[in-house]
């Protein structure tokens, strides 16, 4: 049996549906339909999803102001914010 291997490739294309969610969400646009811009650049430097984003949306709408995106992520059901 051949184990499961996730490769460098698998973890990019992850990584840009990612930021597609994003920008779907946060814009109404896919990533896609705006400008070319150096994703894979920016997955090799080591940027997030949501880091990508606001690269993005700066390049795309120079000197507006992008609002800040919250994703609070859990670790264990008992880190919940019930404040949310």
Known sequence: MNPLLITNRD???????????ICF???GLSCKDLPPQPFHEWFE????????YYQLAER??????????YYQEFDTFTDVDLGL
């Open 11 to 21: 973890r990019y294309e992850a990584w840009l549906l990612a930021l597609d969610d």
């Open 25 to 27: 969400s946060e814009m």
């Open 60 to 69: 795309a709408y120079p000197g507006i102001e992008v609002p800040n995106i």
């Open 45 to 52: 430097d080591g940027l997030s999803p949501e880091d990508a």
